[in-house]
Structures are given as C-alpha cells and as structure tokens.
C-alpha cells in the first residue's frame, strides 16, 4: 500500500505555483499517494500561512509531520539541492556541444556519406568554431550591460576603453556569421585574429599570472563559469579560425 503526503500549493488562474507542482512530481516519483490541496486565491494562501505558521507554500506533510518546502523535501529524500549551484562549467559546454552537432549536421546535409572524408573533417571543424563563435555571441548580445560589467573586469583593453566591451560581441558575431558565409578570410580573419588574442592574453594574465578568481563573461553577464581554460579555449579557437582564414586567401 502506497504512503500518502498531503501537498498544500498554490494554483489559481494568475499563479501556478512551479514547486508546488516539482513537489507533486517529486512525491508522485517516490511512489506516495497525494492529497493535493489546491490554494486557489492569494486570501486562500495567507490563510493557510497563518494557520500552519508558516512563511512559504508549497508544504508538504507525510505521516502527518511537517516536511516543509520543495527543497526540504528534496533533503528529507536525501537530494542534493536543486538547479545549479555555484560555478559550473555546464553552460558553456552545452554550447560546445550542441555547436558541435550543428556542425556535423550541417556538413552531413551538403556531403552525406562523404561525412568521414578529410575535406568533411575540416569542413566540420571550421564550422563548430563558427557555430560556436555566433553562440557565444548571442548569449553576451541579449544583455550588452551585464557582460559589459563582467568583461570590463579582465580584458586588457576593455578596462581602459570601455565601449570596446560592446563591440567585442558584435565583432565575435561577424567572425563566425562570416565563417559561415565563406566571407573573404582577409576581412572576417584579422577580426577573430585580433579579438581572440586580446582575450587570450586577458584571461592568462588575469587567471594564471594575478591569480584572480573571476567569473567569465563568455556566455553573457549572469555567468556562473569561472573564468579560466573555457575561456581561453574560446579565444584559441578565435586565433586559429583568424590564422586559418587569413591562410585559406593567401
């Protein structure tokens, strides 16, 4: 016989409570019948509050105890806690690896079975390097001010002309949108050439020689990724693609 929790959430027609429905799936998940008590006004909610002297809902009671919110479910499970927490790499190597298939799908549609041939190979890595340049660059471009203000913090020519820190993700774009077009390389390669030398040598002076603990600003304001290899892997990968351009013309 299946335990039973009882689950108090709010769930009205402006608000639909996103842990109130985790804590549903999480219990539904561990085999527990529900009693789902649905708080359908904010009137409804407080009252509840008040009566249980609590502060937040969801809550969730199992054998009559109080177990309390999302979270201190997940701990009385013996979970970790939820999303991420902390520096993570994860954002920037979901990028990676979905430029990456991108890549391989795209040369894969123009060469099909050729796929495996040298020329697909190099097709393949010089799209996931524009792939992953436009990627990169829309994630600063959706919030210009917030990578601004990490940017400004290691980039050696950033710090002292801070309106380079807006052109940095506009010049990145048109390396890899041009990349892609098969732009004259010696107009798209001196761009990532320059830009990604910058930056390599930013991140290595900040990271390996100050020994600063930064966050980097290579997906945008709000990153979590510290700032460190990923980083100058991005600014490698810009250095090759400019050198590899410049020589493709030559």
Same mark, same amino acid.
């Given at each position: 016989?299946?335990?039973?929790?009882?689950?108090?959430?709010?769930?009205?027609?402006?608000?639909?409570?996103?842990?109130?429905?985790?804590?549903?799936?999480?219990?539904?998940?561990? %085999?527990?019948?529900?009693?789902?008590?649905?708080?359908?006004?904010?009137?409804?909610?407080?009252?509840?509050?008040?009566?249980?002297?609590?502060?937040?809902?969801?809550?969730?009671?199992?054998?009559?105890?109080?177990?309390?919110?999302?979270?201190?479910?997940?701990?009385?499970?013996?979970? %970790?806690?939820?999303?991420?927490?902390?520096?993570?790499?994860?954002?920037?190597?979901?990028?990676?690896?979905?430029?990456?298939?991108?890549?391989?799908?795209?040369?894969?549609?123009?060469?099909?079975?050729?796929?495996? *041939?040298?020329?697909?190979?190099?097709?393949?890595?010089?799209?996931?390097?524009?792939? *992953?340049?436009?990627?990169?660059?829309?994630?600063?471009?959706?919030?210009?001010?917030?990578?601004?203000?990490?940017?400004?913090?290691?980039?050696?020519?950033?710090?002292?002309?801070?309106?380079?820190?807006?052109?940095?993700?506009?010049?990145?774009?048109?390396?890899?949108? %041009?990349?892609?077009?098969?732009?004259?390389?010696?107009?798209?390669?001196?761009? *990532?050439?320059?830009?990604?030398?910058? %930056?390599?040598?930013?991140?290595?002076?900040?990271?390996?020689?100050?020994?600063?603990?930064?966050?980097?600003?290579?997906?945008?304001?709000?990153?979590?990724?510290?700032?460190?290899?990923?980083?100058?892997?991005?600014?490698?990968?810009?250095?090759?693609?400019?050198?590899?351009?410049?020589?493709?013309?030559?």
């Amino acid at each position: 016989m299946k335990s039973t929790a009882k689950l108090y959430r709010m769930h009205t027609d402006q608000h639909i409570c996103p842990y109130g429905l985790r804590s549903k799936d999480l219990l539904e998940r561990k %085999g527990f019948e529900i009693e789902d008590h649905q708080l359908s006004s904010r009137a409804e909610t407080d009252k509840f509050k008040a009566q249980h002297n609590v502060q937040t809902t969801p809550q969730t009671y199992i054998d009559g105890r109080r177990i309390g919110g999302y979270d201190d479910l997940r701990t009385h499970f013996g979970m %970790g806690a939820a999303g991420q927490t902390g520096t993570t790499y994860t954002p920037v190597l979901a990028i990676f690896a979905v430029a990456f298939l991108m890549a391989v799908a795209t040369v894969y549609a123009n060469m099909g079975s050729a796929l495996l *041939s040298a020329s697909a190979t190099i097709n393949v890595i010089e799209m996931f390097v524009a792939f *992953s340049m436009t990627i990169l660059a829309i994630q600063k471009l959706r919030d210009l001010f917030g990578f601004s203000n990490s940017f400004i913090t290691y980039d050696l020519i950033a710090m002292r002309y801070l309106r380079y820190a807006y052109i940095y993700p506009f010049a990145e774009a048109f390396a890899g949108l %041009g990349m892609m077009a098969g732009l004259n390389g010696l107009i798209v390669g001196p761009i *990532s050439l320059f830009i990604g030398t910058v %930056g390599a040598i930013s991140v290595y002076k900040a990271v390996y020689i100050d020994k600063r603990e930064l966050k980097c600003a290579c997906v945008g304001g709000d990153s979590n990724v510290p700032l460190g290899f990923v980083s100058l892997t991005e600014n490698l990968f810009m250095i090759a693609a400019g050198i590899w351009m410049i020589y493709s013309q030559l």
